[in-house]
């Protein structure tokens, strides 16, 4: 198990945690430019760990809320930074419509590979309550969230957050800044939800992409027609696969067809 000394205080890594400590302090001043927060913002960071994010975030926002799950971590950024309001507990079971209360949350956070699409997805039902997020995650994961039609990354991830998030990538996070180093590089992305849905019915769209992509060598005629009344659809469009299609052709071709079987995949 490593130990991670900050200040004289030596914490072990936990590994089931997923956690990996930030250690070049330019990186998290670069999130925060990049994040475009600013000081009267109602900021909520995922995961403070050591407070090499937090620290930088309190540059620019005197007061925020961070949400760590690790009891001596949690400690830890109590005594350190007392000015923060620290919630002990699992950001995935966090109530987050207190935290925005009568506006919105910028989230910020070095989030764990491990968790990583939880967290994502957890952000993605509560995009109502968020104005942006801006996160440090496994590399291969944000090039799928920001990948284009056409490309091996272009799947379910970056059709379901592109759909209802404008979505960038930032830059890279080699693996040598992180203590313990991890075995794969890692890259910021942020997330801006759109001002409205492109469809009414957002958790049918979500089924209807994981269904146009779950054979991603096959047709979208071959991968829709046990579930969909597909009739409205020009021909030529069946015959391609979903990963030829941006959002926006998805979202249309979403809106032609009726479904006609809803259990199941």
């Not at 109530?95 to 989230?107: F, I, M, S, T």
Request: aromatic share 8%.
């Amino acid at each position: 198990m490593t130990k991670v000394e900050y200040k004289h205080t030596h914490i072990a890594a936990k590994k089931k945690l997923g956690q990996n400590f930030l250690l070049d302090k330019n990186i998290p001043k670069k999130i925060v430019r990049e994040s475009g927060i600013r000081e009267d913002d109602r900021v909520l960071e995922i995961g403070p760990g050591f407070g090499a994010l937090t620290t930088a975030i309190l540059e620019t926002v005197p007061s925020f809320t961070a949400v760590e799950k690790d009891p001596e971590l949690a400690r830890f950024i109590r005594e350190e930074h007392p000015q923060i309001e620290l919630i002990e507990g699992d950001f995935l079971k966090v109530p987050l419509e207190p935290l925005a209360g009568d506006g919105k949350l910028a989230v910020l956070g070095n989030i764990p590979y491990s968790i990583t699409s939880p967290i994502l997805f957890r952000l993605l039902d509560n995009r109502h309550l968020i104005s942006s997020a801006t996160l440090m995650m496994q590399h291969e994961v944000a090039q799928r969230i920001a990948a284009v039609p056409g490309t091996k990354e272009y799947g379910i991830l970056a059709v379901q957050m592109q759909a209802f998030c404008d979505v960038k990538y930032l830059f890279k996070v080699g693996r040598a800044v992180f203590k313990p180093r991890p075995e794969v590089d890692s890259a910021v992305i942020r997330m801006v939800p759109k001002a409205a849905d492109p469809v009414e019915d957002s958790e049918g769209f979500r089924l209807f992409v994981r269904r146009a992509f779950h054979q991603r060598r096959k047709t979208l005629w071959n991968n829709l027609k046990e579930y969909y009344d597909t009739s409205a659809v020009p021909e030529a469009t069946l015959k391609l696969r979903a990963e030829a299609l941006t959002v926006t052709e998805l979202v249309e071709l979403f809106e032609m067809v009726r479904v006609m079987k809803e259990d199941g995949e």
